[in-house]
């Protein structure tokens, strides 16, 4: 029994995780339709559903080609690299509070670190390695600078980004991600708090998933595909899994640090019944996650990109700046008001 | 056998062979990929012996941002493959693998014979306690107050150093 | 259990295997990434000391190592660009014009 929950665990949360990215790809696919006033995909399935399937199987069957030029074992690795890291990240974010199935508490996290919130920031930054190495490897101009671009983008992001958390944890006084929603019950959501620090995580967020107006690493009009030129059939869909599950790993932190997590103001104080308040919590933390994508989405469809140099001079002029400022407020806050 | 030994063997093999593999290597890449192997297996190393803060530090800092501006540095150049160290098997190469063989063979004596009594302690109980954050925390800013202001003082030398460095053209 | 030795033999096997790079190879990066693996190998015997002896200072020094080895990379990596934009070369021989 202690090995299997765990197992168990592992196992729901890669099978919801897949499930999401393939259908989240085609909500992509709907939304960006609606939004320019066409229908999108209708013709695999009943409102063409099984678009997505159809499309991972084709990306199945394709020819794998690699470059004659290419350094072939990294040119393997750095998909590889992308996914793993995007996928391993999961296990430190829970998805709603303890319940109990069988008379055994379970807490519906893979596993519960008490340096939850580095671990993820640890592992973003490892993710930096798969574009990178994919461009290093191709041995293709266009590659090798989508992949600088992306190394120099995230590196700026991530300061930014490790900034605004600071402001979170000194608010929850811990690194765990239990204690980091706990602190945010009724209206103390951080969103209102520190909307500075909320501003800036979101932004970051959008550069570190490489997601428009920030995906330069693969901007089409100047760098054909970016890094992944040179990637087809499943590399290719390992990269495309990779950023559908950073955005949702994105999604999720959002939610997690400054929206409450499954924390709704009026359903806290609520008297419930003691069994549905575990399923209404997820339900409440899913909601927001999905909200958080289709932002995502809509952002992507409405805003320009930027140009290369606006991207850096906004993260290192205005965001970084900006959060430092938001960690003062903090500070005034705990130092003043004792919260 | 138990788990402990397994992991520790494993992670000291995976840290010794991408070590020396590091030294051996042609290609500057591949020796940045190798080093990024041997920090993650630092890592490892560093959760059996209960410092679960400073293991994803090490993660964080070394293999995230070190060692992704070793990579960058590196693609930068685009450095041609440098001559291998099989090939010009030199006096000096000679001389420093010598060297450092007795260099270890000093340490591995020292801690296997002189100091055997010494260093033949148990593990402390507290050590779960000593690597919490709350613990590294506490010592950090009141121990150690002072020295932090000075790694934060010297972090911001080297940001302005690296700056002017890498921007002006030395005529 | 893992006596204390162990961890310090693989530490210096480790701060060994990087003096040997440094004193053997000629490329100015590689020479770098062997004198981190020192850095590493010394905290990984400060990290055993401080399990063993249940004490946190050790891994606060680790701290400040680390802070100390990302202040040098920075420094280390802008001097070697701009190295190479004057001599194109960082083979460590070459450069040699402080040499008298």
Redesign the interface.
């Known amino acids: 029994m202690v090995v299997l929950i765990p197992l168990a665990k592992i196992a729901i949360a890669i099978s919801i995780l897949l499930f999401i990215v393939t259908y989240l790809v085609y909500f992509e696919r709907k939304i960006s339709a609606w939004i320019q006033d066409r229908i999108g995909p209708n013709r695999v399935g009943p409102y063409g559903l099984l678009q997505s399937p159809a499309d991972v199987l084709k990306l199945f069957f394709k020819e794998d080609i690699v470059p004659s030029a290419a ?1 072939k074992f ?1 040119h393997s690795l750095a998909p590889v690299i992308s996914l793993t890291v995007a996928m391993s990240t999961y296990a430190v974010i829970p998805f709603g509070p303890d319940i109990e199935i069988f008379g055994q508490k379970v807490r519906l996290i893979v596993a519960d ?3 939850g919130i ?2 993820i ?6 993710g ?2 798969g574009l ?2 994919s ?2 490897a191709s041995n293709n101009k266009y590659s ?1 600078l989508g ?2 671009r992306s ?2 983008q995230m ?1 700026s992001y ?1 300061l930014s980004m490790g900034i605004s958390v600071v402001g979170v944890l000194i608010l929850a006084g811990s ?1 765990r991600i239990y204690d980091i929603i706990n602190s945010q019950q009724g209206w103390m959501w951080n969103a209102f708090i520190q909307p500075i620090g909320f501003i800036t995580f979101v932004v970051a967020a959008f550069a570190e998933t490489n997601r428009l107006p920030f995906d330069l690493p693969e901007a089409e009009p100047e760098l054909v595909g970016g890094y992944h030129t040179e990637y087809s059939s499943l590399k290719f869909a390992m990269f495309f899994l990779a950023e559908y599950a950073n955005m949702i790993i994105a999604s999720c932190l959002i939610t997690t640090l400054y929206l409450g997590g499954w924390h709704l103001p009026f359903i806290d104080s609520a008297t419930l019944s003691y069994g549905l308040m575990p399923l209404i919590s997820v339900m409440i933390f899913v909601a927001k996650v999905l909200f958080l994508l289709f932002f995502f989405i809509w952002v992507r469809w409405s805003i320009p990109r930027f140009r290369y140099d606006q991207l850096m001079n906004l993260g290192w002029k205005v965001m970084l700046p900006l959060s430092l400022l938001n960690l003062m407020w903090v500070a005034l806050l705990v130092y003043f008001f004792k919260i | 056998m138990n788990i402990e030994i397994v992991a520790f063997a494993i992670l000291a093999t995976i840290g010794i062979a991408s070590a020396i593999l590091l030294v051996l290597q042609k290609n500057p890449v591949y020796s940045a990929l190798l080093l990024i192997l041997h920090f993650m297996a630092l890592a490892g190393l560093y959760l059996l012996l209960n410092a679960q803060f400073i293991a994803v530090l090490q993660i964080l800092v070394y293999a995230g941002a070190i060692m992704v501006l070793f990579v960058f540095v590196i693609m930068l150049l685009n450095l041609q493959n440098e001559q291998a160290l099989v090939d010009n098997f030199n006096i000096r190469k000679i001389v420093s693998f010598i060297l450092g063989v007795v260099l270890f063979l000093q340490f591995a004596v020292f801690f296997l014979v002189k100091a055997k009594n010494d260093i033949d302690i148990k593990k402390s109980p507290d050590s779960i306690d000593a690597g919490s954050i709350q613990n590294i925390g506490e010592a950090l800013f009141t121990t150690y107050l002072i020295p932090f202001e000075i790694a934060s003082f010297l972090l911001l030398v080297a940001i302005i150093g690296s700056i002017f460095l890498a921007k002006r053209k030395i005529e | 259990m893992i006596p204390l030795s162990f961890y310090l033999i693989l530490s210096a096997a480790f701060f060994s295997i990087g003096v040997i790079g440094v004193l053997t190879r000629r490329n100015a990066i590689i020479v770098f990434m062997c004198i981190e693996m020192m850095l590493n190998a010394v905290n990984l015997s400060f990290i055993a000391f401080a399990s063993f002896f249940g004490d946190s200072s050790g891994q606060v020094f680790v701290f400040f190592v680390m802070a100390v080895a990302a202040a040098e990379v920075a420094i280390g990596l802008a001097i070697i660009i701009a190295l190479f934009r004057n001599k194109l070369t960082i083979n460590i021989d070459e450069i040699n014009i402080l040499k008298w």
């Open positions: 350094t990294v670190v008490d340096v580095l671990f920031l640890a592992f973003a930054s490892i930096v390695y990178t190495l461009g290093w090798l992949g600088l190394s120099a590196i991530e690194l």
